[in-house]
């Protein structure tokens, strides 16, 4: 028997993450300086983890109801209030997840027929369209450009709209861009939707990290609640990426759909985690709110170095990374990450690992100390002063 | 702007003027100035180095917290007889405190000795001084908000989505 034929010609087809290829080549090289990271620099708040130890210490270790904690759904709900002015129902709208990411598997999966239409603004978080594909959907790439601030644009989405066309993922804030699309912006893409019977996958995982505006959801929009899935989670804000825990609201039978598939392929999200992320909804604020001003710091400092060095860098309102242009060093993406690892040990993550159209920039995450991010850049600028 | 300035070198006072104009996305020379200002103004008091002297050869620093309890002066409150012992320079700091004793008395010698020396023949016989309560400190695990013996390393991997 050939196992290799074995395995189904829809994953074989799904080319390996560009990000995989590119730590492969990274962790070879000793002593780098790594600003590749998508997840916190910070821990775990103490208080969070301790709950969860005391969960432990407790004996919680029984599998939860299949949609999660009851009490944990119900801090949600009270947390998006609170936060984003959304209401949802705990029990019949809320859907805890193993991360964001079951999230997006559980949302295409539930939709999509074959020969369905994925619409994906790019650049954009790895997952989408590999999903889009595991789930039998075609995936449909939107390019956004950095001249519109790497919004998706309504005469962009208009373009691409066909008949076969049922989902839309907006991805903002934006990993790898560090774009937000803000209430205008939302509202003009709400008023191509209107009409058209298209379900909109808001991944908002960064929503609690934006800089200066406050973060809106297309579910506040008119006409947009009854239409959107709202994906997030806990390992952004909350520094909380090991423990995967991510949550989905939405339209009661789209969230009944989603717990159904999870119910027999994840049977329910970690119970510790859950123990943990209740109190991160309760009492976390200040813990993000002491992130978000770290952030916002070396946001400034990343913007500000790159621009001193000539590149073009568009300034990020979410998210933790930078994106700025590599064009004029004259590199491809891939070519200037490698070259930069190899002259002077610094990861950086090619725009192209975001898609096809993140050709042209390079993705910075300051998920890192000042003094790591200073040293990082101060070796970038002695790369950039060879090519330029 | 200035509590954001000060924030910034609470954290870490060798920031230059111009690393907390850009972090604070503020012009460089509105930041000196505050700085200059603060400094004058003796809200910024000094710039200090934080040390870990466990680690260091210098192996003879013995610190102490003093629990004291006074009287204090008619007119005068417990400043006279906080100044009477902050101007030692045995004593590094002094807070006034609620609760079960009056102050705080934190002293730094080279011994034992010498730390008990000091609060015998120096401290105790104050005139306003009641009583006094010498803790001498064995390990500091933290200190100004850092911990002492944690060397973290990054475990993350080089590369994630």
């Known amino acids: 028997m050939n196992i290799e034929q074995m395995i189904s010609q829809k994953v074989k087809d799904v080319p390996p993450s560009g990000i995989r290829k590119f730590f492969d080549i990274a962790n070879e090289i000793e002593d780098v300086i790594s600003l590749g990271v998508g997840e916190p620099d910070f821990d775990t708040p103490w208080h969070i983890r301790e709950e969860g130890i005391y969960s432990l210490e407790k004996g919680k270790t029984i599998y939860s109801a299949n949609a999660g904690l009851l009490e944990l759904r119900q801090q949600i709900c009270i947390y998006m209030k609170r936060r984003f002015n959304l209401e949802y129902s705990p029990i019949k709208e809320t859907l805890v997840t193993v991360g964001g990411s079951e999230g997006i598997d559980l949302a295409l999966r539930v939709l999509l027929e074959p020969g369905d239409e994925v619409l994906i603004p790019e650049p954009c978080f790895v997952s989408y369209k590999p999903c889009t594909i595991f789930a039998g959907g075609t995936p449909v790439v939107i390019p956004t450009q950095e001249e519109n601030n790497f919004k998706l644009m309504p005469e962009e989405l208009e373009r691409y709209i066909t008949p076969r066309t049922k989902i839309l993922i907006l991805p903002y804030p934006n990993n790898p861009t560090g774009a937000i699309m803000e209430k205008e912006d939302l509202e003009k893409i709400a008023e191509v939707l209107r009409s058209k019977d298209i379900i909109v996958i808001s991944d908002e995982i960064y929503a609690e990290l934006t800089y200066g505006k406050e973060h809106v959801s297309i579910a506040n929009i008119e006409g947009m609640y009854d239409r959107t899935i709202v994906l997030s989670g806990f390992s952004k804000a909350y520094a909380m990426t090991g423990w995967r825990l991510g949550y989905a609201l939405g339209p009661q039978s789209i969230i009944a759909a989603m717990t159904k598939v999870h119910q027999f392929a994840i049977m329910c999200a970690p119970t510790t985690s859950q123990y943990a992320a209740i109190e991160a909804m309760k009492n976390g604020d200040d813990d993000v709110q002491m992130m978000r001003s770290a952030y916002d710091k070396r946001r400034r400092l990343m913007v500000d170095r790159f621009r001193a060095m000539g590149l073009s860098c568009f300034e990020p309102e979410g998210a933790f990374y930078v994106f700025p242009s590599i064009q004029r060093t004259g590199l491809t993406s891939e070519g200037f990450c490698e070259a930069l690892l190899k002259d002077q040990k610094v990861a950086a993550v090619p725009g192209t690992a975001f898609g096809e159209f993140g050709e042209g920039f390079i993705r910075c995450s300051y998920a890192y100390s000042i003094e790591e991010l200073k040293e990082a850049l101060s070796r970038i600028e002695k790369f950039i002063h060879k090519w330029v | ?161």
């Open chain 2, 1 to 161: 702007m200035k509590n954001e300035i000060l924030e910034l070198l609470q954290e870490n006072s060798k920031y230059t003027a111009s690393d907390i104009a850009t972090m604070l996305g503020l012009d460089i020379e509105a930041v000196q100035n505050a700085i200059i200002e603060m400094e004058k103004d003796q809200v910024i008091c000094g710039y200090s180095t934080l040390i870990n002297w466990d680690k260091t050869d210098k192996k003879d620093i013995v610190t102490a917290l003093i629990e004291v309890k006074v009287t204090p002066q008619r007119g005068e409150g417990f400043d006279r007889v906080a100044e009477r012992i902050y101007k030692f320079n045995e004593v590094k700091a002094v807070y006034l405190m609620s609760g079960g004793f009056d102050f705080t008395v934190i002293i730094e010698g080279r011994t034992m000795k010498e730390v008990a020396l000091f609060v015998g023949q120096k401290l105790a016989p104050l005139e306003s001084v009641l009583s006094t309560a010498t803790h001498f400190v064995l390990k500091k695990y933290k200190d100004y908000g850092v911990v002492f013996e944690e060397n973290k390393k990054d475990e993350r991997m080089i590369v994630s989505p």
